[in-house]
């Protein structure tokens, strides 16, 4: 049983850029979260959402209230979309 860790055996110049790898990781995780939604799409989906849960959120073409809650959200971003808001590009039917 080693009651030591084994970068205490490791030379100091080693370490060092073990350590400085962990940091380059770190950042490249924070680059990476960016918002895949502006903050115009999701005022879109809310004001979807409350306006399905009273009952007043109605469909395109065939006028029918909403009462699917996905329905409601992908009325919402579509609206976002229309207006030029961030909002990823919809997933195509194969």
Known sequence: MNLWPETVFQP?????????????EIDMARKAKKRKYSKGAAKKVKRA????????????????KVKSRKQAIAIGLSEARKRGAKVPKKKKRS
């Open 49 to 64: 959402m409350k306006k399905r849960k009273a009952g007043t959120l109605k469909s395109g073409r065939s006028g029918r």
């Open 12 to 24: 100091v110049a080693r370490r060092m850029t073990a350590h400085r790898k962990c940091n380059v």
